[in-house]
Structures are given as structure tokens and as C-alpha cells.
């Protein structure tokens, strides 16, 4: 998708995390509150990222997770700090 179309979907704190990296405020994406049953999927590509069953609280402000699916994290070393997460099958 172009920038044009992503600002059309998602707002620029989002796109920032999503596109390029950046990490979100603490407890300030959705996800963080959620605890439905089933699997989470990527917003970019819509693949599956993670099973409810792997995620856990882990009271940081994030989503947390014990296991992605296999092959589907990125590595990212940021200002703040180093960390893998979930992406989509067609993103990684």
C-alpha cells in the first residue's frame, strides 16, 4: 500500500510502529486491553501472528507473548531499546 492509503486506514502513531519500527507509548495501542480467544493477525498483511493462547500479562504496557508463529518475528534495535516482534508471513 502507498502512505496515502495506510493514513487512510491508520492513524500516524500506528503507522510509525507498523511501518517503520518505532515503538508505541506504553499502554496506548488496543491490543494491549484485549483478551478475546482465537488469533491476533498482522495489520499489514493480515497473516496469523500469534495464538490468545501464547500471549500472558505482563504488566508493561505491551502485548506480550511466549511464542510467535514459527518464523514470524522481526528484530528491532531502537533509541529505547532492542526487541522482537510478531510480523506477518509476507512483512518478515
Known amino acids: 500500500k502507498t502512505e496515502e492509503e495506510w493514513a487512510e486506514i491508520l492513524p500516524e502513531e500506528q ?3 507498523l511501518l ?3 515503538p508505541e507509548a506504553p499502554n ?3 491490543v494491549v486491553l484485549e483478551h478475546h480467544t482465537g488469533e491476533y493477525k498482522c495489520a499489514e498483511c493480515s497473516s496469523v501472528l ?3 493462547a501464547s500471549r500472558f500479562e505482563a504488566r508493561t504496557g505491551w502485548p506480550s507473548c511466549a511464542d510467535c508463529m514459527p518464523g514470524k518475528q522481526r528484530n528491532y534495535s531502537h533509541k529505547i ?3 522482537k516482534e510478531p510480523a506477518g508471513e509476507n512483512c518478515v
Open 28 to 30: 496506548s495501542i488496543p
Open 81 to 83: 531499546n532492542s526487541r
Open 15 to 17: 503507522r510509525y510502529a
Open 50 to 52: 500469534v495464538s490468545s
Open 20 to 22: 517503520e519500527g518505532g
